[in-house]
């Protein structure tokens, strides 16, 4: 499992380098967490309403890999409202199983209530999911902190 994590850390890397993903304030990276684990995570926006995020986690004897979408419905000044679904994979020492969910956020940058600190992002979730061959609560909530450039 350790070679599967460098490897994916490596394809990360590769695909920031090959397609010039640069610093900017559409780029942000963080931790995102839930239910069942958290770990690293890296969003970047596509347009005004759709972000691509994905997440690599590993804690206890869960590891996952998760691609997720964004789709912000409101966007105010103190926070955003959106819809998230993700599609991955999280792999425990039996197997591995394949993952699919759906819900609702609220993100909201720190520096609304805190002039002086960087740019950090803030975000708490809920919503319905399953892993395939895998029996768990199908309710998720989870929460996210990531540093925008």
């Known amino acids: 499992m350790r070679h599967f994590r460098l490897a994916i850390l490596g394809f990360v890397f590769t695909f920031c380098g090959?397609?010039?993903?640069?610093?900017?304030?559409?780029?942000?990276?963080?931790?995102?967490?839930?239910i069942l684990g958290a770990g690293l995570s890296g969003k970047m926006m596509l347009n005004d309403k759709l972000t691509g995020q994905v997440v690599l986690s590993?804690?206890?004897?869960?590891?996952?890999?998760?691609?997720?979408?964004?789709?912000?419905?409101?966007?105010?000044?103190?926070?955003?409202?959106y819809g998230?679904?993700?599609?991955?994979?999280?792999?425990?020492?039996?197997g591995a199983y394949f993952s699919l969910g759906a819900g609702i956020g609220i993100e909201t940058n720190w520096q609304n209530f805190i002039e002086d600190i960087f740019p950090l992002w803030w975000s708490a979730e809920i919503g319905?999911?399953?892993?395939?061959?895998?029996?768990?609560?199908?309710?998720?909530?989870?929460?996210?902190?990531?540093?925008?450039f």
């Open 18 to 34: 090959l397609t010039g993903v640069q610093a900017s304030e559409d780029v942000a990276v963080g931790i995102q967490g839930g």
């Open 128 to 148: 319905v999911g399953f892993a395939a061959g895998y029996t768990y609560n199908p309710i998720r909530t989870g929460i996210g902190v990531h540093y925008r």
């Open 84 to 94: 998230v679904g993700e599609l991955g994979t999280w792999f425990d020492g039996d």
């Open 58 to 81: 590993s804690v206890g004897k869960f590891s996952s890999l998760m691609g997720r979408g964004l789709y912000t419905f409101k966007e105010q000044k103190e926070f955003d409202l």
